[in-house]
Structures are given as C-alpha cells and as structure tokens.
C-alpha cells in the first residue's frame, strides 16, 4: 500500500510537472464595469491590460451582458488598460497601480465615436478593494528597498500588527536575516506562512510555513501580507506572506547592492541601571555586511527572460552576557569561570549563494517561469547564548537549503485560464558536532535557585560540553493545479493542491547522559536513548472548488474545500546504545489513517455608495490545522517517540567525584553511600532502556471525518478611503479553536495523586519577595503529586478531549490599518492590533492531573504539568502597533524613511525551587522521585509582563541619478532611540537576590544598541 501511495505521488508530480503547481504566482486583478454616457450598461467591450511587467504584453477579455470584465492572474505592477467597441471612441487610462493579490476597479465610460477617438486618462488608483472579503498588506519594491531593514522576511514580518511570534518574545531581527516560526493572534503560533510566488518555501516540519531559507527581499517585486486565511486554495488560517520575485525584461537591466556595519558605527546602551539589574555584559555588532549583484534581461525577446543573484553575507556579533570558559575542555574542572576577557562571539558567514529565475513565453497561450535558489552555509560554530557557554553550541559544515519551483499558466481563452506547479524546498539540517569535540565532557545545567556563586550566577546556564547534535533531512514537495473560468461578473475556480513531507533525524547525545548542578553540586542527571533515529511521513491532497459573483454593488464569495492527509513512518531503528544493548527494529508503521475534511468558508463586500471608496466587508470559515511532520498527530506514533527515550533521577554526589557511582542501568532507586558511592533516585521512566511502547492513541484521533484539529474564525471589515489614495480599515475578528485532543496514563487516575498546596515565601528571610504579587505569603493550589507507587510507570493513551469535558481557545480582536500613497513621494502604512485571548482546559485538569508539558491540549498554550495548576490562561488585553513609511524631499532628491514596532511584552514566570523537605510538609509525605527540589511558578499568566519593545529605525538617504542609471548612498540608524528594554529575563525566582544576575527578572538579553549601517545601491 505504501509504495502505491509513494508511486501514486511520484507520477502526479510528473504528471503536473510541464503545467507544475503555483495556484497564485503573486496575481492580480483587474475587474470593473463599462457603461455608454446614459448610464447603460456595455457587453462585448474589448478591454486589455498591458504593462511592462507581462511577457505576454497584453491581457484581454471581453465584458459580459451585465457590462462587467474580469482579468485575473496578472502580475503586480504599472498597467494600462484599454477599452474598444465599435461606434464608440476609445478609452484608455494609464498609470494604474495594480498590486497583487486583490482587486483593483477600474471602470469606464464610452462615448459614440469613431475608434480613431482616443480619451487617456491619467488613473487614479483605487485604494479600496469593493469586489473582494480578504484584508491585505502590500508592499511595493519601491518601499522595501527605501526602508531600513534586513534583506530578509523576518524584518518585514515584524512589520505585521497580528503577527505573533512563536514562543512569546520579541527578537530583535531588524539588523540581520534570520528564521521566525509565527502565527495570527488567536491561533496556533505556528500556523503563519512564507511564500514565493504562491508556493510554500517552509520546512516539512512544526507548522510547515517557515524554514531557515532567506528570501531575496531586495529584488521583490512586491510583498503581500494576509493576516488570515482565505478561500479555498488555503489549508490553515494563519497569516501568510507572499513575495513576488521581479522577472527579467526585454531590456537588459543590473543591481548592485552593498550594506555595513560594525563596531564602530554603533553607540552603547549598556546603563549602570541595566548593569546593577543583572546584565552581564552587552552585546555587540562587531561586522555585519551583505553584498549582492543581480541582472536581469531577455534571452530572447518577447519569448525568454531571465533574472539572477548572487549574494554574500556575515556577521560577527557579540553573545548577549555571555564570556568563554575558562575551564573548556578541562576534564577535571566542572564548574564555569568567566573569561571576562573574552566575550563570546558567533562568527557567521556564507559562501556566494546563486539564485536563477527563467520566465519562458512558449507560445501565445502557455507560459513557464523555473527557478532555483541554491543557499549553502559556511564552516561556523555557534558561540552559545546569554544562558549557554560556546563550548556547548553546535557547528555548520557546508549544510543547504534548495528551492526549486516550475510554475505554467495556459491562457486557454480570454475566460478560461489553467495554471499548475511544483514546489520544492529541501535542507541538509542540523547542528553538526565541533571540531575536536571531546565526548567525555558531559554537558551540565546549573539550577542556580538561591544563587551560585561558585558557578557562573547564571540560572540555567548550559556548559562544560557539547549537549547533542543532530544530523537532520528534511523534504516539503508540494504541488498545484488548478482552472479558472471568468466572466465579467463572475469568477469560477476549481484546484487541486498537494504534498509528501519528509523527516528524517539522526541525534546523538555523547556519554547518553547530562547533569544537572545547583550551585556547582550535582543534584539530578537524564539519561538517554543516544543515538536515536526518527523518520516520519506526511502526505496530504486537497480539491477546492470557489466562486465570486459580483451584482451591482454586492460581491457575493464562497468555498468548499475537501482535505485528505495521512501519516506513516518508514522502517527505523534504535539501539545499540549504552542503555539498550540490544538493537530495536521497527518495520515501516501507519500514524494517521486518514483525515476527511470539509470546510466551507464564505465572503461578502459591499460597495456602499457605488462609489468605490467605502467598502463593507464579512467572511467567515474552517480552516484545519497543518498536515506536516512533527505537528498535530501526525508524528505521534512515530517509534522512537513511542519508547521512554529519557529519564531523570535524582543523584547525590556524596563522594565527591562528579561521577554517579551507581548502576545506572537499573531503573530502581540506589543508595550505596555507605560503601562510599552516591544515591541515585528512581528513574522517572521506569520502562526507559527497554524497547516497550508507553505510547498509543486511539484511532479516532487518527482518521475520521471532522475530527483534525482546526479553527473556526468571523470577521468584519469597514474600509475608507479618507483623500485620494489614503484608505483608512478597521476590522474585528473573532476565532476559536476546535478537536483538541489529551493523553491519559492509563496507569494512573485522579485517586492516584495527592492533592496539595504551597505558600509563596515573605518576610525578611526572602529580600525579593516584594516583587512578588502582595509580597508574598500567599497559597498556590491545585498542584499534584504521584502516589510514589506509580511513579515513573507510564502508559499513554492520547485520545479526544471531548471524551473528559470541555477545553475552549477563543480570541477577540479589533485591527486597524492606515494606508497612503501620495503623489510627491509619500508612502505610509501602519496600524495595532488589539485583542484579548482566553484558554480553559480546567475541566480536563482535574481528571487528567498528570497532563505535562509534552500532552498539553492546546498547541502554543500553557506548559501543563502536575506543579503547574494555571489551568486557565487570559492574560488580558494586549496591543502591537506598527508603521513604516518614506518620503522622497523635492528638489535636493533626499530620502527619508522609517520603521516603528511596538510590541507587549510577553507574561513571566516566577518558578521557585522549594527543597524537597519543604515539599514534603506540603504533601505529608516525601514528593515522589525523592527530588532535591521541586519547581514552582508563583505567579499566574499575566501578572507580570516583559518590557514592551519599541523599536524605531531611520533612514536618511541621497538619490543619485546619471542618464537612466540610479543609485542611492544612505545611513540606516537602527534602535535611534537606543533604547534597553529587556527581550528575555531569568524567570528562576531566587528569595536572596534583589539586583544582580541571579536575581529573579535580571535581564538576559536586551535590544541591540544604536547602530548605524551603510547602505549603497546602483542600478543601471
């Protein structure tokens, strides 16, 4: 059956391959009505659309008995559209400003007359899209390259208001390329999407909507940004950004690109404040540049474009407080000492990168564009992070990422249109294993939860050896057909999408082990099924058919989408390794059977007063959760993850000598201190070293109609348009989130756990505690502790949530956008996002205490646990706000530009590790597991924020013009007004600090200090 699916796929793709898949290539729309000057309405009207920016010249179609045209597919940029019928003059208007993505109304009058009669109108582009329900962010090639950012999508998706990032936190990603996984407000923060020319450049795993690839953002003809989903060619609800590459021409055109920074363009924001609050050290910008040639031109005119890059980029960067270890590399030193002389520095830098577009007119109907970009790292070793000394980071070695995309449109008629394509992005991934790494050094977490000064005073810092690395393939194939038949008033549109997701790990923890110190004494150490291999498949198929009707002022949308996806693992292995001696085969195995959906999503705009300038708009829709390794079910099962492929033990150094003097291999607690060993606890997985399955699910997760996880969302829209080109939306939208699903150990029920509180510490004996809520003293509830008869046994049964009571993730939200495009050089965008979301799962708590971290029922929602009783997570009411914009000063030809981001800060914990006798007296008894400690957040989500990050970034700039060619020389100023809000803070409560690094919210890393970089571009 496997290989039937496996061939089935194959011929597909080669089936698609000479009309291979993109459904939307960046398009664009024309649409609009054509009347006589009595008002009557004109059928048979030829109108054509040319522009600089089609192979092809010219677009055409004829309007229908309701006088009403339509032409689709186009790409964004500056058009002409002509309108022709015989007795009457022509008409013709000019300048249009089409961008992709939506629809933009150009409607006509035609008066008798001769053809010979002419009338050109100078167009005023519409701001307002009447004929269609999607809220959409454009960005032209003419604003991306007149800000200041990094030549790279995560700059510009900080730039979205809904966007929320994947783990909470801010990153400061404006300076320089770099990967963020993220999601729309209200759902799954995995969910967003990065496109290239409609088709998905993300990985095969987590979401499958990003990937570490950096796309040319420079030489993007445009950029659009949905925030949420569409009709029916969309799988998820998420946000997604589209970036439409530039073609080649018939003229022969050259970019040239060049930017730099270093350490000394940039300013300090390093205060005493900060300093006395706890940050070690700043960071810094040592080096930084990017440099690029591109060329575009024909290969034969009319027929064959072509458009290329090559580019090199690097940066050297301090590591945010963090200093090299003087003990690296010794084997009898356990404890880290900074090298104060030695700030960390990560070194990165790649090879020349070459990227090929080809854009091929093979006849007057079919058109072809390839395209290849080949991205390569170069040899560089991490330097670790604010809370991971270098020694533990992981090396590159020429690893690469491949996109590959062929892409074909059939003009059949002026009213039928195929298109169809095939997608590839592939990756060598992985952190690989440092030159001369010794795997004697095991890797240690220092705790640090009242202090260590005997170790760094770095809570949770990662050192002495390298933790893991991997070596890592992954593959995401997708492809696409569809057929569109468009009338003037209508537009039909049937499609099919596809794809086969590879996921193929191999990682190694050296010595299977890692320790865990508090204050430098060995307290706890996990033990590891290493080297471990994962493989998992993903395939998926999906049919949509969708319409738009347009009656007068009313555009009428609607979509049904059928989704089919499954999961199978091929045959893998695991073992031998030190804790199984023995090799466990497992023969290829099915995850998920079978998903059936379908979803219905409907739209509805209304131009108010026919004018084209107020807009009415609703949508509503399903939209499902992503088919894709490593997310949802679809992994589960996979073999490796189904064993106990880690467990923790308490461990008493009483020896002395850093070395657990037990059998470690029997999974009972061991006290052999009075025969001078140590005490080493029960292991927490008491199956762990054996090859039995603690993991099942129950096959109504796995198949069934209606049952994948999804999200259902509303939204209404009113948009204005205030001046000429100045449009004014305000937007609120609600979602919620459906088919959660739990796991239950089957071994253990709610009689199985004790039931206990914890008072907050206060009074004088804890110097910190008046930061806490009332300054301490209070009672937490509701946590669990396993009767220690059950402890470490283990049987997983992940099953549906509706099955055990109600789980709900609902949002509410209102968006505003302000978009202007003034003539006199004037660009500006910006908007907030405001909003509010709540998750419950308290009813499923209390029957399933054991719920952890790893079976939460709420993707991107609270880390449950036994000790973690915040079963109900709304934090409250948040705000983002972004703008950017440019202005081009008259005379002098100066430019200026900026960015502005405004993001809350995320909700912080306060965990403190109460000693295990303390535990004790909570409970009664000895907390199962004999832990030294036991952590404890103290406070819930929401009670205390992060610092809000506002980032303001400025470009001043001078245009520099010889005949046709052009150039700009400008200063980028990035954080200008320096500002240090803390991105990230020690979240480990210490009662004994109240300044300093161990102190509970120290920051740990903070925004990039002022900087100012070179920017030079020449195009001729």
Not at 91 to 111: I, M, R, Y
Not at 805 to 834: D, F, H
Request: proline letters at 5%; aromatic letters at 8%.
């Amino acid at each position: 059956m496997r290989r039937f699916l496996k061939a089935v796929t194959a011929l597909a793709a080669l089936a698609l391959f000479p009309a291979v898949a993109g459904a939307q290539e960046g398009q664009a729309t024309i649409a609009g009505v054509v009347k006589d000057a009595s008002g009557g309405i004109l059928p048979g009207v030829t109108v054509e659309a040319s522009s600089p920016e089609l192979i092809e010249k010219v677009r055409s179609a004829v309007t229908d008995g309701s006088g009403q045209y339509r032409i689709i597919s186009l790409r964004p940029g500056t058009y002409t559209v002509t309108f022709t019928l015989t007795g009457f003059g022509t008409v013709k208007q000019e300048g249009l400003q089409v961008p992709s993505g939506l629809v933009t109304t150009v409607n006509a009058e035609l008066k008798v007359g001769s053809l010979e009669e002419t009338i050109t109108v100078i167009g005023e582009t519409p701001v307002v899209d009447v004929q269609s329900a999607k809220r959409q962010q454009t960005l032209s090639s003419e604003l991306l390259t007149s800000i200041p950012t990094a030549r790279a999508s995560n700059a510009i998706l900080t730039l979205i208001p809904s966007m929320v990032q994947s783990g909470g936190g801010n990153a400061n990603v404006q300076l320089q390329p770099g990967m963020i996984v993220f999601g729309g407000r209200g759902g799954r923060s995995n969910e967003g999407r990065l496109q290239l020319d409609g088709l998905n450049t993300g990985a095969s795993v987590n979401g499958g909507g990003v990937s570490g690839y950096t796309a040319d953002v420079q030489n993007a003809a445009e950029i659009t940004m949905a925030p949420s989903g569409g009709l029916g060619e969309n799988e998820v609800g998420g946000p997604a950004m589209n970036i439409v590459p530039r073609t080649g021409g018939n003229s022969y055109k050259f970019y040239t690109y060049a930017s730099f920074t270093g350490d000394t363009l940039q300013g300090s924001n390093y205060t005493p404040e900060l300093q006395a609050a706890g940050l070690r050290a700043p960071g810094a910008i040592n080096r930084l540049w990017d440099v690029s040639g591109s060329s575009g031109g024909p290969l034969l005119k009319d027929r064959i474009w072509y458009f290329t890059t090559l580019r090199h980029r690097g940066n050297y960067t301090d590591v945010v407080g963090m200093y090299y270890n003087k003990n690296a590399g010794d084997p009898t030193k356990w404890t880290y000492e900074a090298d104060t002389s030695r700030p960390a520095v990560s070194r990165s830098h790649t090879p020349v990168q070459p990227l090929a577009r080809v854009t091929v007119q093979a006849n007057q109907r079919n058109k072809f564009n390839l395209f290849w970009d080949e991205q390569k790292s170069g040899n560089n070793c991490g330097a670790g992070s604010s809370t991971a000394s270098p020694e533990t980071s992981t090396c590159s070695a020429g690893e690469f990422q491949r996109v590959q995309q062929a892409t074909w449109t059939m003009t059949a008629t002026n009213r039928l249109l195929f298109e169809g394509g095939i997608g590839t992005y592939l990756s060598d991934w992985g952190g690989k294993e440092r030159d001369g790494n010794n795997r004697d050094m095991i890797n240690i977490t220092e705790q640090c939860t009242a202090g260590c000064p005997t170790n760094g005073n770095i809570p949770n810092l990662s050192y002495h050896g390298q933790a893991s690395w991997l070596t890592a393939w992954i593959g995401a194939h997708t492809w696409r057909a569809s057929a569109s038949y468009v009338t003037g008033a209508n537009s039909m549109k049937v499609g099919y999408q596809g794809a086969y997701h590879v996921d193929d790990r191999f990682t190694m923890w050296p010595a299977s082990v890692t320790y865990r110190f508090n204050n430098g004494v060995p307290n706890q150490l996990t033990e590891f099924l290493s080297p471990n291999q994962y493989k998992s498949r993903v395939q998926y198929n999906a049919v949509y058919a969708q319409d738009s009707f347009t009656l007068d002022r009313l555009t009428l949308q609607g979509a049904l989408r059928f989704d089919h996806s499954l999961s199978f693992y091929p045959d893998q292995q695991i073992g031998p390794t030190r804790f199984l001696s023995q090799a466990v085969v497992f023969p290829e195995s099915q995850g998920v059977t079978g998903y059936n959906d379908i979803t219905p999503r409907i739209g509805i705009a209304y131009d108010v007063f026919g004018t084209g300038k107020t807009a009415v708009k609703f949508n509503m829709g399903r939209y499902l959760e992503a088919a894709v390794n490593n997310n949802g079910a679809y992994s589960l099962l996979v073999p490796s993850v189904r064993l106990a492929n880690n467990a923790n033990r308490t461990w008493t150094d009483a020896n002395g000598n850093f070395s657990p003097d037990c059998n470690l291999s029997n999974v009972a607690a061991q006290d052999n201190r009075a025969s001078g060993g140590d005490f080493c606890g029960a292991l927490s997985a008491t199956t762990f070293g054996t090859p039995t399955a603690i993991a099942s699910v129950d096959p109504r997760v796995l198949g069934g109609w209606g049952v994948r996880p999804g999200d259902w969302q509303i939204g209404a829209t009113l948009q204005q348009q205030v001046l000429p080109r100045v449009s004014v939306e305000v937007g609120y939208v609600r979602r919620w989130l459906t088919n959660f699903y739990v796991t239950d150990n089957l071994i253990v029920g709610p009689s199985d756990f004790t039931q206990f509180s914890v008072v907050a510490p206060s009074g004088a004996a804890c110097p910190a505690c008046v930061n806490l809520p009332g300054g301490g003293g209070y009672t937490v509830s509701g946590l669990y502790d396993v009767n220690p008869t059950f402890f470490g046994r283990t049987n997983n049964l992940t099953n549906l949530a509706s099955d055990y009571g109600k789980v709900s993730s609902v949002y509410n939200g209102v968006e505003l956008s302000v978009s202007a495009r003034i003539r006199g050089g004037l660009q500006l965008q910006a908007g907030s996002s405001i909003g509010s979301q709540a998750i419950n799962s308290c009813d499923i708590r209390s029957k399933l205490p054991e719920l952890n971290a790893t079976n939460s029922p709420i993707t991107g929602g609270v880390a449950y646990n036994p000790l973690n009783p915040y079963c109900e997570n709304a934090p409250g009411i948040t705000n983002r706000m972004t703008a950017l914009g440019t202005y081009t000063v008259p005379k002098v030809d100066v430019q200026v530009s900026g960015t502005l981001a405004s993001s809350p800060g995320i909700p912080l914990a306060a965990n403190y590790a109460y000693t295990g006798a303390q535990i004790a007296q909570f409970i009664g008894r000895s907390a199962a597991g004999n832990p030294t400690n036991v952590t404890i957040n103290l406070v819930k989500p929401g009670e205390v924020w992060g610092d809000r990050l506002n980032e303001l970034n400025f470009r001043v700039g001078k245009n520099l013009r010889l005949g046709r060619n052009r150039g700009l020389i400008a200063l980028d100023l990035y954080n200008a007004l320096n500002r240090n809000s803390a991105i990230t803070n020690n979240q480990t409560f210490n009662p004994n600090a109240t300044s300093g690094s161990t102190a509970w919210l120290a920051p740990t890393s903070v925004m990039t200090a002022r900087i100012a970089k070179i920017t030079v571009q020449w195009d001729f």
